[in-house]
């Protein structure tokens, strides 16, 4: 059985993996003003970024539609896993149940299997590369979407972002809360729970807040010699780098990969954030 695995494009894998021809993006199409970009190849983070610290207006992105997904269900034999950002953020997952549903409708045979990430960026990412894993294991397609989806359930993500302008864009922080974090110099860690972005803690200045973030995944893992961590940095890789130097003094994880942020994964974060998932 051939098999392929389809994610949008807030799923930040690893260039050599990307590379691998059983994976194919729907981009997401991001807005800034004017301006219109897709998140494909040919994204610009630079330009991206700084389109948006220009900008008064919240950046905003647009899933791929359900035509788009439906289109990569096709073929002979297929066995079709679909990864998107968390169905709490973005219409993507909606849209791939509804590309899957047009599918079956107009007689498409092949499986299809439709993952809410819960998550985003890394997060996509370690579900993505989990079902190639079981996939190429040989198991069936049902035991792989069991485990890969027992796998996203306890799937964590955490995140520390340099910048709150776009979550005070976006009507998550209020034009007060925000100016009083950026004159105190407040850096808040924020989860991924049940796929809404939620506050954790906070610290006086990103390298305290990524100390907490550090202590708090030291915390909550368990088995982590069999788990593979996964860290996005936007546009600050030695701070990424600095985050696996410091988890690994503590962890003895199966592997650390570092990942850097294409478009929809660098208008949330935002330019210096951090997103680390296990």
Request: net charge negative.
């Amino acid at each position: 059985m051939n098999y392929k695995i389809v994610v949008d494009s807030c799923c930040d894998l690893p260039k050599e993996i990307a590379k691998d021809d059983h994976f194919s993006f729907a981009p997401l199409t991001l807005m800034v003003d004017d301006f219109s970009i897709i998140d494909d190849e040919t994204f610009d983070q630079a330009d991206f970024l700084k389109k948006v610290r220009e900008s008064k207006n919240c950046p905003k992105s647009a899933c791929p539609s359900p035509e788009r997904y439906m289109n990569d269900f096709v073929g002979e034999n297929l066995d079709v896993y679909v990864v998107t950002l968390s169905a709490e953020l973005s219409g993507s997952y909606n849209s791939a149940q509804l590309g899957r549903n047009l599918y079956i409708e107009e007689g498409g045979t092949n499986n299809v299997h439709v993952f809410n990430s819960m998550s985003a960026s890394c997060g996509e990412a370690l579900i993505a590369m989990k079902v190639k894993e079981l996939v190429e294991q040989g198991l069936a397609f049902d035991e792989v979407v069991a485990i890969a989806e027992e796998f996203t359930q306890h799937m964590k993500t955490y995140f520390v972002l340099e910048s709150l302008e776009t979550l005070r864009k976006n009507g998550r922080l209020t034009n007060l809360q925000a100016i009083i974090a950026s004159a105190l110099n407040i850096k808040p860690l924020m989860s991924a729970e049940g796929g809404k972005i939620v506050k954790l803690d906070q610290a006086r200045g990103v390298n305290k807040a990524l100390a907490k973030m550090i202590a708090m995944i030291k915390e909550k893992t368990v088995d982590c010699e069999n788990k593979i961590l996964a860290i996005a940095h936007c546009n600050c890789f030695e701070r990424a780098e600095y985050v696996k130097s410091e988890i690994s003094k503590l962890m003895k994880f199966k592997d650390i990969i570092i990942v850097d942020t294409a478009g929809v994964s660098s208008m949330y974060a935002n330019e210096g954030g951090i997103i680390v998932t296990v």
